[in-house]
């Protein structure tokens, strides 16, 4: 059980690498302030969960998968990605990162790319398109002072160029980017923002507090955060929800100009 908790944050040193955990990091918000904005973020979950149960529609029947030549190498080269972070991960000491969203993300699109089309695989993907832009924050406010071992440091942009820029435009092309949903249709984003917040507030959260590791900067704000102070959360309620409605229909925008039609459009 030592070697098991040595493997899973005995290498995480706050000292060494400040706003990644620690007492005073744990200690940053209250305890009234960190229920409150549990209560907020559930609140809006809710309201969300209403909407988009009552709006969400899919295809009636499974897309047709395209050509996918490129399907198992990129399979193949994502899941060795994933394996060469959980290594980097046991060996330093960090294996409790891999909570993540950005690891959660790989590993998503890891079973997209062994799946085939169905309506089950697609509502996934849908949301997905949503929830890649956790990818692009970690692209434009890296926060890479932990990766220390050799190569780690280029495994972490290999690893996020693939999630955000390469997977999952792929995934829309062999699948038809008629599949994705309408514009004007909000309820997967409504669906990815539900899941963001289950993941942050109710599985990081409490292991964070448990282990005094700052998963995702749930306890404590990043030193690169603009909003950093007492209510960095209570912003980034309101700013991640806007960034998961507005960024999701972005890149659905940006990828429907860029990738060929089908001759269903």
């Given at each position: 059980?030592a ?6 944050y005995?290498?995480i040193?706050?000292?060494?690498v400040?706003g990644?955990g620690g007492?005073e990091c744990?200690?940053?918000l ?9 209560c907020?973020?559930?609140?809006i ?5 209403v909407y ?12 047709p998968?395209?050509?996918?030549f490129?399907k198992?190498p990129l399979l ?8 060469l972070q ?9 294996l409790?990162y891999m ?5 959660f ?14 309506r089950f ?9 949503h929830?890649v832009?956790?990818?692009?924050v970690?692209i ?6 932990g ?9 972490y ?10 997977i999952?435009?792929y ?8 599949n994705?949903e309408?514009l004007?249709?909000?309820?997967w984003?409504?669906f990815?923002?539900?899941?963001f917040g289950i993941?942050?507030?109710y ?25 950093r102070?007492p209510h960095?959360r209570t912003?980034?309620v309101?700013h991640?929800t806007?960034?998961l ?5 972005l ?10 039609k089908?001759?269903?459009e």
């Open positions: 059980m070697t098991f908790w040595e493997a899973l005995g290498g040193n706050p000292e060494e400040p990644h007492a744990v200690a940053y209250s305890n009234k302030t960190k229920i409150f904005e549990t907020l973020s559930t609140t979950m809710l309201i969300a969960s988009a149960f009552k709006r969400f529609s899919l295809p009636a029947k499974p897309p998968e395209g050509d996918h490129w198992g193949a080269l994502l899941s060795a990605v994933l394996g959980i290594g980097y991960k046991i060996s330093s000491g960090q409790l909570l993540n969203p950005c690891h993300l790989t590993i998503v699109e890891i079973y997209l790319l062994a799946s085939k089309p169905t695989t697609l509502s996934i993907l849908r949301m997905l398109v929830y832009y956790c990818a692009l970690a434009v406010f890296p926060e890479t002072g990766r220390v071992l050799f190569g780690e440091l280029v495994e942009w290999v690893q996020h160029i693939l999630i955000f820029a390469v999952p435009p995934l829309i092309h062999i699948w038809g980017v008629h994705l309408p004007n249709d909000w309820s984003a409504c990815a923002g539900i899941v993941q942050h507030h599985v990081m959260q409490p292991v964070a507090i448990v282990s005094h590791v700052n998963l995702n900067f749930i306890l404590c704000p990043a030193t690169k955060d603009p909003f102070g960095y912003w980034a309101f991640q806007a960034s409605l507005i960024m999701g229909k890149y659905t925008i940006v990828v429907k100009l860029i990738l060929p089908s001759k269903k």
